[in-house]
């Protein structure tokens, strides 16, 4: 497994998680600067949606309107790891979350991500 994502479990809604994705050395290779990394989910019968999104600098950051405001990505290039802080969580925020990587130089985040982690289920009960 090249990413690494933890952090999910079951919350009741107004609750927070964190979750946390490390990129392993071989998934960069030798050069993992410039790396974009982000986060993504996908609820059942639903389409994958980004959720947030943060540059290798971390200047550029987007996030999901439906999030907006509630969630936070964050990353530690010294350890390859990206963060996504989810407060004041609702029902609707239940899905698998993937973390992902893709080359985007030093601030493009809107790319095409070719590495993907494992997923962690996130369960916000009512």
């Known amino acids: 497994v090249q990413l690494q994502a933890s952090g999910g479990g079951l919350v009741q809604a107004g609750g927070s998680l964190r979750l946390s994705c490390a990129a392993s050395e071989l998934t960069f290779g030798q050069y993992a600067e410039g790396y974009s990394m982000g986060w993504f989910r996908q609820a059942p019968g639903k389409e994958r949606e980004s959720v947030g999104l943060i540059s290798w600098s971390g200047d550029s950051t987007y996030y999901a309107d439906s999030v907006k405001g509630r969630f936070t990505v964050s990353r530690d290039n010294a350890k390859n790891t990206v963060y996504l802080q989810m407060n004041s969580l609702k029902p609707e925020d239940t899905a698998v979350y993937y973390c992902?990587?893709?080359?985007?130089?030093?601030?493009?985040?809107?790319?095409?991500?070719?590495?993907w982690g494992q997923g962690t289920l996130v369960t916000v009960s009512s």
């Open positions: 992902a990587a893709g080359y985007g130089g030093t601030s493009d985040i809107f790319i095409k991500y070719t590495f």
